[in-house]
């Protein structure tokens, strides 16, 4: 029996909850003190959680893309070192380009959360008759009307911290980006990159080349086929068999494209 604490967050709980249809769960992940942590610890959960996205991304990356380069390669020429070194160099490469777009792209998301943050203050500021409109129309939207209604702008537009937020999180959908998050999204999505694109060039540095190829792609595909089931198992909690089949193909796929132009241009 699993019960709230600091090792479980609420959401994670309810996530638990929802994957096992465990009523009893889903009402200690409600109740009043578990829903109250939730809400003052957030930026510490969101810090402190196993980010599965950033580890798929690049995983996923490092081993479809350094599979298509060796099997391009490997459907090319038969050369074990040609292949060993293409191999190499795409997987360092390949790690390092996604360590930079990972830490650029966080900027980029911390840059523009700012900029409509500022924005949004300075409309509230400078013209917050229009700004009443939005939340009017907004909590409109969500079936309010009336008293009700006017009760609810009014408390909100009382305080202009609160009324930010709800401006932010309800009208933009704009969630606080932590620039200190971007160096080490940039090391996990690298270092998984890294580790995903070794999976195919390890056949090749054992095995001959006829024989590395196809224990590359088999390889690659089990390890697909893993991640797409744990992926579905810690997100939609179902379909476990198909997502990773999913994603075993697609990937398979993408990899397809280097086999199929390694053989056009055969050496």
Known sequence: MLFYNKSMNRL???K?????KDLGQTKRSHTTKAIKQHIFRHDEVHASNFNLPEIILGGQDGLVNVLGVILGVAAATTNTQIII??????TFAESFSMAAVAYTSKLAEADYYQSEYEREKWEIENYPEG????IKALYKSYGFKGNVLDEIITRITANKDIWLRVMMEQELKLELVNRRKAIPAAVTVGLSALA????????????????AIFG???ATSIVLFIAGYYKAKMTIGRSFVKMGLEMMIIGMLAAGVGYLVGSIFKV
Do not use: C, D, H, K
């Not at 694109?197 to 080349?209: D, E, M, N, T």
């Open 12 to 14: 994670n709980l309810a």
């Open 16 to 20: 638990q909850a929802f994957r096992n």
């Open 85 to 90: 070194v293409a191999g190499m160099a795409a």
């Open 131 to 134: 700004e009443r409109e939005e």
């Open 196 to 211: 995903g694109s070794f999976i195919p060039l390890i056949p090749f540095l054992l095995l001959p080349v006829g024989t």
């Open 216 to 218: 590359a792609i088999i």
